[in-house]
């Protein structure tokens, strides 16, 4: 299309990282040992490629040129994440490391001195080893000790912090205990774990909230929210059981984290309470694998976020009953892709861009008009500087978000570039490269490079205007 299109005034762009994936210095200056550094360390078979984050980007020593980045982009925020066992050692408040305190503030000392503002991550899945050995996330007492980690954060940082993500993708974070892919902390729990570390999730993230409302709101003035990992679903078939699997899917997946937040009546989803129920019966279970709410744990959770962080990168397709790959197994569902779509260098990840707006019409259908940032977006290839894939991937899906906003009406305020640079793809490793700037890591100094994609990137964060030059022609989906 050759149609400027710019974003609303004081639209929100930037970019983002996590602890793990980029810091390095795992046992530097008095950090505690996390399930990352446990994972990599004892089973370096989960790893693509064997690698771990003992270094990685070494943003530990080099967020100068980090920041410096972020300026060149013409962030106006970057969302990073901060290690609990950086702060914590042990995981516990009996033991405040002040070098890693130290290290967060002159981070965002140097961002603030760029007119750039953090955006603070709690948890990106680098859960504190000692916590883990008392069953990690299953275990409900995670939510006291979660609020006490809180506590630290808003009370050493909040001052200059006015961006809380409590929880980076809760839907993630259930795969370490739930699937045998290698997620740490990779242990296979019975069919009802998830479903426990859901529950502690939801519980731990809403106590921040309150505690937040409580102690610091009144005179810190941020705004918190989660970061809900959202990709979309289209049915393989307009078959009857193809669509019905999909809103099963959407329910038992995002409903399973939104709707006790977002709702009007708070708890679980009635449909997944429903479905679960009589599965578990039909399986000969005495009891759901879903945990119940007490009826204050509902009023606790529900409108525990002033705004909905989305982590979105491609769509999958649907269809009934369990013949091959799923992310959502209870709902007797299987996920499949479509190969008339690209896929990049993650074999997950289709570019399919229509996927987006459609997620952002679910949403207000759902839940309303909520105040909505895109808290993650992006694409993966094998670290080329010339990047055409990368710019073609972000251009398509800035209109889609574009046309969410300004044709459906969504209330989306920000959007976050996923990743600054090149990093610690988790169980990929560093076989799959999500920067827009290159990072060499056969290089002692982790040199960093300009891809392309700034180029697109930066004009459009200056501008507020997705760039025309770069416009390719959308894709079949966003035309149907
Ligand atoms: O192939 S499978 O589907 O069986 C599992 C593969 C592992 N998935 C990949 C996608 N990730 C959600 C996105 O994960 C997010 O996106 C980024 C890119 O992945 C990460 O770097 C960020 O840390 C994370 O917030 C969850 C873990």
Not at 178 to 202: E, F, K
Not at 281 to 304: D, M
Not at 356 to 384: A, Q
Request: net charge negative; proline share 4%; glycine share 6%.
């Amino acid at each position: 299309m050759t149609t400027r299109r710019k974003f609303p005034a004081g639209f929100l762009f930037g970019a983002a990282t996590s602890s793990y994936q980029i810091e390095g210095a795992w046992n530097e200056d008095g950090k505690g040992e996390n399930i990352w550094d446990t994972l990599t360390h004892s089973q370096p078979e989960c790893i693509k490629d064997g690698e771990n984050g003992d270094i990685a980007c070494d943003s530990y020593h080099l967020y100068k040129q980090d920041v410096r980045m972020l300026k060149e982009l013409g962030a106006r925020f970057y969302r990073f994440s901060i290690s609990w066992s950086r702060i914590l050692p042990t995981g516990y408040t009996n033991e405040i490391n002040k070098s890693g305190i130290e290290y967060y503030n002159n981070l965002i000392d140097e961002l603030l001195s760029n007119n750039i503002e953090p955006m603070v991550t709690m948890f990106h899945w680098d859960l504190p080893q000692p916590l883990q050995n008392l069953g990690g996330w299953t275990n409900s007492v995670i939510a006291d000790r979660f609020e006490d980690y809180a506590y630290v954060l808003f009370s050493h940082f909040g001052d200059k912090v006015k961006w809380w993500v409590t929880i980076n993708e809760p839907t993630s974070i259930i795969m370490g205990y739930s699937m045998s892919i290698g997620m740490a902390p990779n242990v296979m729990t019975p069919d009802q774990g998830q479903y426990l570390v859901m529950h502690t999730i939801l519980l731990a993230h809403a106590r921040a909230y309150r505690l937040y409302d409580r102690n610091f709101r009144e005179k810190q003035k941020g705004k918190i929210s989660l970061a809900h990992s959202f990709n979309w679903f289209e049915p393989k078939t307009d078959s009857e059981e193809d669509r019905l699997s999909v809103e099963r899917t959407l329910q038992m997946t995002t409903g399973w984290v939104l709707h006790p937040i977002f709702s009007s009546t708070g708890d679980y989803p009635p449909l997944m309470k429903n479905w679960l129920r009589e599965k578990c019966k039909k399986e000969g279970y005495k009891t759901s694998h879903l945990p119940e709410f007490t009826a204050e744990e509902v009023e606790l959770i529900k409108g525990s976020c002033d705004f909905l962080g989305i982590n979105h990168y491609t769509t999958f397709f649907v269809k009934s009953g369990l013949s091959g790959f799923t992310l959502c197994k209870d709902a007797e569902i299987t996920m499949v892709q479509d190969e008339s779509f690209k896929t990049a260098a993650s074999m997950w990840l289709q570019v399919i861009p229509s996927g987006l707006r459609k997620l952002l019409s679910w949403i207000s259908k759902e839940y309303g008009k909520l105040p909505i940032l895109i808290t993650e977006n992006g694409y993966s290839d094998h670290g080329e500087i010339n990047d055409t894939d990368r710019i073609d991937y972000f251009n398509k899906y800035l209109n889609s978000l574009w046309e969410a906003i300004n044709e459906d009406g969504c209330n989306v305020f920000g959007y976050t570039a996923w990743s600054l640079m090149d990093n610690f793809e988790w169980i990929s490793g560093y076989t799959e490269k999500f920067g827009l700037y290159h990072v060499d890591f056969s290089d002692p100094e982790r040199k960093r490079t300009q891809k392309r994609s700034v180029k697109f990137i930066s004009q459009l964060f200056k501008t507020n205007e997705i760039p025309l030059q770069f416009t390719y022609y959308y894709d079949i989906m966003a035309a149907q």
